[in-house]
């Protein structure tokens, strides 16, 4: 992967606690993997995917489908430390 | 034509003509309908979600409103031998409106905004939880899996 992910121990806790079902928990995960491990720079440094220039965050927005309904999943992560090969995963709201 | 074929039995050629066509569409909506399904069982970015499937819900009320058009038009059809033509189109009817629905659903889901975030206070926040060393990490995509893994 491209870069080694931190979480916040509240927002992996969060995480643990989704009602999903194995499979929507793998989706999860490749959600995780495309938006932040594998993130390229051109969605990393979008304005459209950020609060603001002098942000430290960025964030992504996905939909999927598990147990018959549509979920969304919403990450904040902080990527001050890219440089270093490093993504904080800050904030996440999945429902 | 098809309506004037329907209307008179005699026009059988045509009306067969007609169901392969309808049922050329169903096949079409079947698709679409599993490509969506792909789609969300993978997991898509919200944004490229709503550019893709946007227009496909225009068209789709597009398809639905000239459906009901000829649906009426050939309302008096049934027990005629133009049956077979009212039937396939009732299930492309069919077909399109369940997926419409779905479809719908999903894009209004993926175009509302966000829930709204205090940046403020989760910079705080999260500062003070790295600081606190209540970060942690996983090797590897599959220790990630494993260490996000609810309780069941």
Redesign the interface.
Known sequence: VRYRLEFRESVRDYLRGLPLSRAGRVRLNAALIEGAAEVPDWFRTDPANRPGPTSPYYYFFRIFEDGGRFWTLFVVIDDSTAAYGVLRIVYADCH | VVSEAVANDRFGEAIRLGVGIVHEFRESVARMCREF?DD????????S?VRTYGQLLRDTDELLVQLGRLLEEIAGAEGTAAESFVTEMRLLEEDTGAFRVRLA??LS??S?P??P?D?DR??EE?DA??AAG?????ET?ED??K??????
């Open positions: 399904d969300l069982a993978k997991g898509v970015e919200a944004r979600f659903e999903a889901l993926a509302q966000p829930v975030v940046w989760l910079k999260s939880d790295f209540r970060f942690t990490t996983f995509p990630m899996l260490g996000l893994a609810g309780r069941d």
